[in-house]
Structures are given as structure tokens and as C-alpha cells.
């Protein structure tokens, strides 16, 4: 029975006495399990904080074993001071750990302080204090405040992150913290001393747990967050590595369709490890080639030298030599332009040349080049062509006085119908130079041009069928018409026929003549085509060039192409040469379809041609006629020539004297220059009209400066008769009768 009551047990808070030692080892080996732990934390995760939080469970555990020693009976003030004093130096510790975890600086020597000032009172209550509750009870209140502050910590971190560990922590340091401040206290009652150290104990193992607690769970969200940046940056990853593929394959197709052939080569032998399809089109490589290639045995520029060129070499020379020549593998060569790159092909360091063809660009320069030279020279020619216009009227007009009335020698008329034959030429020569220079009037009308092919062709047929000259026709069907001059392109056409029956006249037999229109990116283009020699290519920049010809002497002027050149600019279109497929010259014509602005059309009176026949007295009643023009010789001949006429004349070389005479005088016509010194032909029409408005349509102009397009719409607009310089004299006598008939007509 007793036995049986022994092995009951009985569940108890309460400690008996005895058990005080029991309660302090408890207590002691819970501190330095603390210790451990916290020196551990420290160690781990290199907290400041935790560093200091070991040295205050250190100076706690000090005091503990201290405290031991006393319960054994040993003790002395030394030990007392002692333990007073490590009190002290745990609760500055916790309170300066709590501190830099809440992340605030405090300067060391404070606390250093702090601990020399601790260790002086604990001197003083251990020697000279009576009662040493006087020094306990401060001390372990701010133990206390500490331990409180401590877990008020824990409180502000664990609004921060929700851990359980906190919250732990939080609990466990205040009820310590309870504890410790009402220390002195519990500690007076013997039977409450053992129950107090094994609470003290345990209170002690709840915040080593809840440490390790807190510790774990900052670890595993640690880890998560570990693994989450992982995950994005695993996302990230396969995004850039999407990127890099399309932007890898976007960088392959611009590549592979760029219009410059493109090489990437080795640094060291520029051996070729990827070309795109231009500049396999351009070399004439398909697959079938294989093997190793390289651009020095391609590159007219790198293929020059005897020595094969290194990397670097060729890189130099393509660099300060930028034009050059891509070899085809048959020998073709193409000129290019060479750019040359470092770039890092396949994680090794590579050349990328581009090489842009410039064979169209080098024909358009050339052609810019040829048609500013021609405009310029044309501007020369026009200027010295208006200057040989007066002169000429003179010397023409005179001749025709001369022939007209004087009788001569037979052998004198003869000479002088030389003279005036030459004079003709030299006239119609002036003339061919203002279409050099694109100054005369061209009305345009819509036009036909396989019509006008058709008419050349027609008018040649003879010529060509004595050459025995085969001719292709090779007309597209249902061209739109084109806004042009049908006469001019006819002129054109006849000359490109003509120049290719002259060049095939040395053949023998077998001669062709192709003619051919075709509609091409908005303009119609004729080309004329021939099997002859062709233009050798020295000379094909210069058949454009006015007098340029390599005919012999009688047989070619040189003015053709460079007439025909200005009438096709004329008409907003290029005239060019290119080497036929038949094999000998090719001439393109091409003419814009847009509408382009029709010049007004002048009345000209057109000159008869043929022998010089002068005007003699008309039917028309005679009338009094004003004549201005600032070249004397020129007025007096025309005044001679219209009084022949049986007219009253009135020279005048300088309009303001002329609208003086108007003013006081009536004239039924005026024959007036429109390039004046003092006024032009326009100022001098508006001063007119102003003295005497009926004169408005009697005033006939007599100019060589029709270049200017104001000065031809300005003509046009008047209504009335333009002589063009040189003339006929009989061009001025139709002009006249005409004028005056028109004026003798009822409105
Ligand atoms: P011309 O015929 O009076 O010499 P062009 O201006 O018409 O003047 O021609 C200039 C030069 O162009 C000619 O002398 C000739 O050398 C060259 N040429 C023109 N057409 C041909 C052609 N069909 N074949 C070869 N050479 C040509």
C-alpha cells in the first residue's frame, strides 16, 4: 500500500527550499545554453546585434555562478560587487543590442562609460552600503527595463514581418523582464527563491527557442525569396534568350536581303564564313562551290598585289581605297564601294564588308555631270548666238535690198548671192544653236510616239534600204500619248536613225536598225538600236558635246545629239547611251507621261526659205509705221525696207524718244526689239497702251530672246505677231500686211 502511495505524483508550482539548487543549476545551464545559442546566431548571421545580446546572457550567466557561490556560503563584497557589476554590464549590453537592432547608432564610448560608471557603484554598494538592496534594486530594475525594451523590439519587428518567433521573443524577454526587475524582491522569500530560478530558467529556455524560432522562419523566408528571384530571373532569362533568337533571326534576314553584298570573313585570311545573296549574285557563287573562299581572291583592290594581303593589310587598304571592283568567278567585275567592320561572329572576332554597287549611281552621276556641262555650254552658245542675231538681220537684210534693187554685173549678183547663201547658213546655224540651248518656242500637243517613230522610219526607208540595212520594228501597243513637240521628236528620232546609218555604212552587209518603244515607271521610252562598231566607251561621255563628232569633215557636225540632248530635256526627259544588245550603239529616249505645262505658242512670221526674194510694194494702203530697235543699222535697214513698201516710217532707236513720238504723232503700226536698255518690250507695250490703247494689237515685236519663259508667255499673251531674229525680209512684210489687215478689219 505504502508503494503504491510513492508512486503518485503530485503536480506542483511550488518548490521546497531544498530545491534552491536544484533551481539555480536549472537556471545556470538554461544561460549558457543562451549563450551558446546566441553565440551561434552570431557567428551565422554576423549580426552586430547578436554580438552584443551574447555579452549581456554572458555577464547574466556570470552573475548566476556568481550567485552559486553565495548559496555556498563564500561570499565576500568583492563578489558581491562582482556580481552587482555584471548585473549591470548584462543590462547595458541588452539595452545597446536592442538598440542597433532597431538600427539605431549609438557612439561605443557611451557605454563604455556606462560600464566604468557600473563598476564604480557596484564598488560602492558592496563596500560601504549597509544594505545591499539599496544597490539590487536599481540594478535589477534596469536589467529589467532592458529585457523589456528588448522585447518591445521584437514587438516593433514583428509588425514589420508577421514570425512567430517575434512574438515569442516579444512575450518571452517582458515576462523575464517582469521577472528580473521584481528580482530583489521574490529573492528575500526563501520559499519562493527555487520556484523563482526554475521560472527564471525556463523563461530563459522559451527565449532560446523563440530565437531559434525567429532565426528558422527569417531563414525560410529568406530561401523563398531566394527562390522567387531565382524564378524571375529564370523568366527573364528565357525572355532575353527569345529576344536574342528573333532579333538573331530578324539580324539573318536583313542580312540575307540586304541590297549591298555583305561578307563576314576570318580577321587573318579574310577566308569568307558568310555571305548574303547579293554578293553571291554578284560573284556568281551558287552552292555547288565548296571549300574554303576568301575576299582577297575576289576584291580587285586585294588582288593587285603580289603578295596575299593579311587581315589587317586588306582592312587598311579597302579603308583609305573605298571604290574598287568585285571579281565574279567568271571574270565580270563589278565597281563598288567598301565598308569594312569589326564585329564578333560566333564569339570570335570577325570583318564585315559591305560592298555597295555603284554602277547605276556612277551612270547618273555621269549623266549629271554631261548635262550640267551641256547647260552651261548651251548658256554660252545662246548668249553669243543673241549677239550674232542682230549683225546677221543686218547683213541678211541689206543683201536682200542690195539683190532686189540694184542692178549688177552678172559675176557681182553672183558673188553676192554667195554671200547671201552663206548668211543664210550662218542664220540657220543661230538657230540650231538656241535649240541647243532649248530657247526657242516648242508648242506641245498630245503626241502619238509610235506615230512618230513610224513617220522617221517612213522618211528614212530609202536611205536605209540603199545601206542595206535590215530594220526592226518593235512598237508597244496602246502607249498613252505624251505632251510633247512632235517635230522635235521627230527631228530627234531622225538624227538617232540617221547617226546609225552613218555608222553601219562601213559594214558591209548584215547592218540592223532596231527601233522600239516600251512604257517603263511612268515614262514611254524609244530606243534606237544598231549592230555597228558602237561608241567606244572613251568617247561615250563626249557624243553629247556640242561640235563633237568623229565623222569626217562635211560629213557630221557634231551639233545632233547635242541638239537632240537639249530637246529632250525640253521635254522634262533624258537622252542616254547605253551599248545595245545587238552589239553596237543604243540610244534611250525616255519621255515622262506626266502632263507638263504647254508653252503659249507665239505667232511667228515664218521666213520663206530659199533664194532671198525682197518685199516690194503691197496691195496694202499705205500706213505710217514707228520703228524701234536700240541697233541703228538695224532700224535704218528695216526703215529702208518699209518704205520700199510703200510705207511712212519713223525710227526711233530708244523707247522713250519712241513714246514721245507716239505721244504727239498717230502711227498705225509699230515695229518694235524687245530687248531694250532703257525699257523691255513688256514695260514698253504697257506705256503704249497706256499713251493710245488702240495701238494694243499693233505693235509688232521683233526679238532673238525667247528664252526666257516670261518673255514667252508674255508674247503669247499679247496676241499679236513676233518676228524672230534673224529674219526674212518677206517675214516682215507678211507681218505687216498682215497686221494692217487685221486692224483695217470691222471689230
Ligand atoms: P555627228 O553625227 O554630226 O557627228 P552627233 O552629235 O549626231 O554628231 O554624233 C556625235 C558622235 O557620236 C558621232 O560623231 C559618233 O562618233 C557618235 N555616234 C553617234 N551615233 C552613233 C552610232 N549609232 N554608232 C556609233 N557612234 C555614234
Redesign the pocket.
Known amino acids: 500500500m505504502a508503494s503504491q502511495e510513492s508512486d503518485v505524483i503530485e503536480f506542483s508550482f511550488y518548490f521546497p527550499p531544498e530545491s534552491l539548487r536544484a533551481g539555480l543549476l536549472v537556471s545556470l545551464l538554461s544561460v549558457w545554453l543562451l549563450v551558446g545559442v546566441f553565440a551561434y546566431l552570431n557567428h551565422y548571421t554576423q549580426r552586430r546585434y547578436f554580438t552584443l545580446w551574447t555579452a549581456a546572457w554572458l555577464f547574466y550567466g556570470v552573475w548566476l555562478a556568481l550567485h552559486v557561490a553565495r548559496e555556498t556560503g563564500a561570499d565576500t563584497p568583492l563578489l558581491l560587487m562582482l556580481r552587482h557589476w555584471s548585473v549591470g554590464v548584462s543590462a547595458v549590453f541588452l539595452f545597446w543590442g536592442s538598440l542597433m537592432f532597431l538600427g539605431r547608432k549609438q557612439r561605443q564610448v557611451t557605454f563604455g562609460l556606462l560600464i566604468a560608471f557600473l563598476m564604480a557603484w557596484s564598488y560602492v554598494a558592496a563596500f560601504h552600503l549597509d544594505n545591499p538592496l539599496q544597490a539590487e534594486i536599481p540594478i535589477f530594475v534596469v536589467l529589467g527595463m532592458a529585457s523589456l525594451r528588448a522585447g518591445f523590439c521584437f514587438y516593433m519587428y514583428r509588425r514589420r514581418r508577421e514570425y512567430l518567433g517575434a512574438s515569442l521573443l516579444m512575450v518571452g524577454l517582458t515576462l523575464w523582464g517582469l521577472y528580473l526587475g521584481g528580482y530583489p524582491i521574490w529573492e528575500k522569500n526563501p520559499y519562493w527563491r527555487p520556484s523563482c530560478f526554475f521560472l527564471c530558467g525556463l523563461l530563459q529556455l522559451f527565449i532560446a527557442v523563440s530565437m531559434i524560432v525567429l532565426v528558422l522562419e527569417e531563414a525560410r523566408s529568406r530561401l523563398q525569396h531566394l527562390l522567387e528571384s531565382n524564378r524571375a530571373a529564370r523568366e527573364t532569362c528565357a525572355g532575353l534568350r527569345d529576344r536574342v533568337r528573333s532579333s538573331e533571326d530578324r539580324y539573318h534576314a536583313l542580312f540575307e536581303q540586304a541590297s549591298d553584298a555583305l561578307f563576314v570573313t576570318s580577321t587573318e585570311t579574310l577566308e569568307v564564313w558568310e555571305s548574303n545573296r547579293c554578293a553571291r549574285r554578284l560573284l556568281g557563287w551558287d552552292g555547288s562551290q565548296s571549300g574554303a573562299r576568301s575576299l582577297v581572291d575576289c576584291v580587285e583592290e586585294l588582288r593587285k598585289k603580289p603578295q596575299p594581303l593579311t587581315g589587317p593589310q586588306a582592312l587598311e587598304r579597302l579603308r583609305a581605297q573605298r571604290a574598287t571592283q568585285l571579281v565574279a568567278a567568271n571574270g565580270s567585275k563589278t565597281p563598288v564601294e567598301a565598308e569594312v567592320s569589326l564585329i564578333e561572329f560566333a564569339g570570335r572576332p570577325a570583318y564585315q564588308f559591305a560592298f555597295r554597287e555603284i554602277t547605276e549611281r556612277t551612270r547618273l552621276e555621269e549623266q549629271l555631270r554631261q548635262s550640267e556641262k551641256l547647260t552651261a555650254l548651251g548658256r554660252m552658245i545662246s548668249g553669243v548666238a543673241h549677239e550674232l542675231n542682230n549683225p546677221l538681220a543686218v547683213i541678211k537684210g541689206y543683201l536682200e535690198i542690195i539683190l532686189a534693187r540694184h542692178p549688177m554685173a552678172g559675176q557681182t549678183r553672183h558673188d553676192l548671192l554667195k554671200v547671201a547663201r552663206e548668211a543664210e547658213r550662218a542664220s540657220n546655224l543661230v538657230g540650231n544653236f538656241l535649240t541647243l540651248a532649248r530657247v526657242r518656242p516648242s508648242p506641245q500637243v498630245p503626241t502619238q510616239l509610235n506615230e512618230v517613230v513610224q513617220r522617221v522610219l517612213e522618211r528614212s526607208r530609202i536611205d536605209l534600204r540603199m545601206a542595206r540595212i535590215e530594220t526592226r520594228l518593235d512598237l508597244t501597243n496602246n502607249l498613252p500619248p505624251i505632251q510633247a513637240n512632235p517635230d522635235k521628236l521627230e527631228q530627234v528620232i531622225d538624227?538617232?536613225v540617221?547617226?546609225?546609218i552613218?555608222?553601219l555604212s562601213s559594214e558591209r552587209c548584215g547592218g540592223i536598225v532596231r527601233l522600239a518603244t516600251e512604257r517603263f515607271n511612268g515614262s514611254i521610252r524609244v530606243r534606237v538600236e544598231?549592230n555597228?562598231?558602237?561608241?567606244p566607251e572613251h568617247?561615250a561621255s563626249r557624243?553629247?558635246e556640242p561640235f563633237?563628232?568623229?565623222?569626217p569633215a562635211g560629213?557630221?557636225?557634231?551639233?545632233?545629239?547635242?541638239i537632240?540632248h537639249g530637246i529632250i530635256s525640253e521635254h522634262n526627259g533624258r537622252l542616254y547611251q547605253q551599248p545595245s544588245e545587238l552589239g553596237?550603239?543604243g540610244?534611250v529616249m525616255e519621255l515622262p507621261l506626266t502632263r507638263t505645262v504647254v508653252p503659249a505658242e507665239i505667232p511667228a512670221a515664218e521666213p520663206t526659205p530659199g533664194e532671198p526674194a525682197p518685199p516690194g510694194p503691197t496691195g496694202s494702203p499705205p500706213a505710217r509705221i514707228l520703228i524701234l530697235d536700240d541697233e541703228p543699222t538695224l532700224v535704218e535697214m528695216l526703215g529702208q525696207v518699209v518704205r520700199h513698201l510703200g510705207h511712212e516710217t519713223r525710227l526711233c532707236s530708244c523707247p522713250v524718244e519712241a513714246l514721245k513720238e507716239i505721244e504727239k504723232s498717230d502711227f498705225d503700226l509699230i515695229l518694235s526689239d524687245y530687248r531694250m536698255p532703257d525699257l523691255d518690250g513688256r514695260q514698253f507695250y504697257e506705256r503704249v497702251t497706256a499713251i493710245k490703247a488702240h495701238l494694243r494689237s499693233r505693235i509688232i515685236f521683233l526679238t532673238g530672246d525667247v528664252a526666257n519663259e516670261d518673255t514667252q508667255n508674255f508674247l503669247a499673251s499679247t496676241g499679236n505677231a513676233c518676228i524672230l531674229k534673224p529674219f526674212h525680209l518677206r517675214a516682215v512684210e507678211s507681218a505687216i500686211n498682215a497686221a494692217l489687215q487685221k486692224c483695217a478689219l470691222p471689230a
Open positions: 538624227n538617232l540617221r547617226n546609225a552613218q555608222a544598231d555597228g562598231p558602237g561608241v568617247l557624243i553629247f563633237f563628232t568623229t565623222k560629213k557630221g557636225t557634231g551639233l545632233g545629239l547635242s537632240s553596237g550603239a540610244f
